[in-house]
Each structure stands twice: as structure tokens, then as C-alpha cells.
């Protein structure tokens, strides 16, 4: 167990909705990040968030956002959503930004039908 | 720009003794990592290395070379449980991906 926490595990959804991730970092972890891994897929990195910041933006789509709450906590938002969204979500944090290991959740299995 | 080269799949025999091999080129360099990642679950930290040599903890150990943009993660004493793909990332300095992933490499352990 690595202290990150995500939900919902799974989910499974139609084409054009729009769902929320939820990410809780380990205590006293400030950075979060958030990779999709498609079947058979490296893990693509898509946003990071530093102390409630915007830190760095990977190949993130327009219809994907994401927010870091005063909490810490995390929440990547999909919307009108397509099948090749399909994917595993993962969340890792870490305590600086730039040069410390992180540590990953255990995912959100994503399914669009 | 930022590419990880590492092996699609290996196998090796439960006992036995195995290497995976990693090459990188990134924007800056802060660190290489290896993680694990049995299918379908989170990517678990195996190992980090900064500076140029060999780090071993436990069965396995990993390797670095910067001035050749190369690392490899050796397993000994290999167990069925360590199927599962293993993933080289690099923490570049420059850029806008904290940390770069290979694709990683399956590993098969076979009686």
C-alpha cells in the first residue's frame, strides 16, 4: 500500500458523459500527478500539480482538467468522453516536485462504452 | 526530445538470473527509476539511481551509466511472482514531463 488513494476503482460510462477522478496524496506528499495507461500502453504522463499549482502539463486533452484542492486532494475531470478513453488512471504524489520517487495509487479502472 | 528504449518482453526460468536493459535520451537528467507493475495494478518503486554504479536491494540491483545514457535492473533468484513488467523512467531537468516512461518490459518466469 502506498498511501495514495483513488476512487471510484472502476467505472464505466457511456460516450459524451463525464466522470471525476479522485486522488488523496500520501501525508504530507504536496505534488500530485496523473497518467493514463492504455492497454498495452506506457504510462503517458498528462498533468502535475504542486501545493494547489499548476507545475507541469504533459499531453493533456482540451476536454481533460484537473484541479488541486487546499486539501491536497486531486480530481481529473473527462468529459464528452470517447471510446479511446478507455483506460487505466493513475494518481502518484510525491513530497517536492522535481526530484523526489513517486508513489501511485491504485488506479481508476475507466470504461467507455 | 525524450526517448526510453527498453526490451518489449523477456523470459527467463524461476532460479535463474535476469537483466533489463534500459537506454534514454532526455532533456536534462535528475535521476533513473525502476518500477514494477503486475498487469492491471499501480507501478511499484523498485529502485533509483543518480549517480554512476550499482545499487542492490535484496534480489535485485540496478545499474547506472549516464555517460551512456544506459541502465539495467538485474533480478537474481528469479520467483514466479516477479512476472510482471518492469518500467525504466527518467527524471529530466528539462521539459515538461517530470518523468519520462519507457514502455517497459514483460517479463515471463517459467518453471
Known amino acids: 500500500d502506498s498511501g495514495v488513494t483513488q476512487t471510484p476503482k472502476h467505472l464505466i460510462t457511456a460516450t459524451g458523459q463525464r466522470v471525476t477522478l479522485r486522488c488523496s496524496p500520501r501525508?504530507?506528499?504536496?505534488?500530485v500527478y496523473w497518467y493514463q495507461q492504455s492497454l498495452d500502453q506506457g504510462l503517458q504522463f498528462l498533468i502535475q500539480?504542486?501545493?494547489?499549482?499548476?507545475?507541469a502539463k504533459g499531453n493533456i486533452l482540451e476536454r481533460f482538467s484537473a484541479q488541486q484542492f487546499p486539501d491536497l486532494h486531486s480530481e481529473l475531470n473527462l468529459s464528452s468522453l470517447e471510446l479511446g478513453d478507455s483506460a487505466l488512471y493513475f494518481c502518484?504524489?510525491?513530497?517536492?516536485?522535481?526530484?523526489?520517487?513517486?508513489?501511485f495509487g491504485p488506479g481508476t479502472r475507466l470504461t467507455v462504452l | 526530445g525524450q526517448n526510453i528504449d527498453q526490451p518489449t518482453e523477456m523470459t527467463a526460468t524461476e532460479g535463474a538470473i535476469v537483466q533489463i536493459n534500459c537506454t534514454y535520451q532526455t532533456s536534462g537528467f535528475n535521476g533513473l527509476f525502476w518500477y514494477q507493475q503486475h498487469a492491471g495494478e499501480a507501478p511499484t518503486f523498485l529502485s533509483y539511481?543518480?549517480?554512476?554504479g550499482l545499487e542492490e536491494k535484496g534480489r535485485f540491483s540496478s545499474f547506472l551509466s549516464r555517460s551512456k545514457g544506459y541502465s539495467y535492473l538485474l533480478l537474481k533468484e528469479l520467483q514466479m511472482k516477479d512476472s510482471a513488467s518492469y518500467l525504466c523512467a527518467v527524471m529530466a531537468s528539462r521539459g515538461n514531463t517530470p518523468l519520462v516512461f519507457g514502455k517497459g518490459t514483460r517479463l515471463s518466469v517459467i518453471a
Open positions: 502518484a504524489s510525491s513530497v517536492e516536485p522535481s526530484t523526489d520517487t513517486q508513489y
Open positions: 539511481n543518480v549517480l554512476d
Open positions: 501525508s504530507g506528499d504536496l505534488s
Open positions: 500539480y504542486y501545493n494547489g499549482e499548476e507545475r
